[in-house]
């Protein structure tokens, strides 16, 4: 899986960034999910974080093999 920072960066602040270990806990919790729902999930809950908008760019890949 990569993403860029606009990922990690989402949230009103620095102090309330979405960070790796947000990112971290909602893969965790969408990994039983395929790889565009685990992709699709991470990037809403960072626009969640972000209160409906992002303040940079975002890209998530998820790449899982059977």
Known sequence: M???DGVT???PSPDEFFDVSGVEATVRALWTRDAEAVGR???DEAVRRGGGVLSDDATV???KFD
């Open 2 to 4: 990569l993403f860029t």
């Open 9 to 11: 960066e989402a949230g």
């Open 41 to 43: 999930g991470l990037l």
């Open 61 to 63: 890949v998820v790449m």
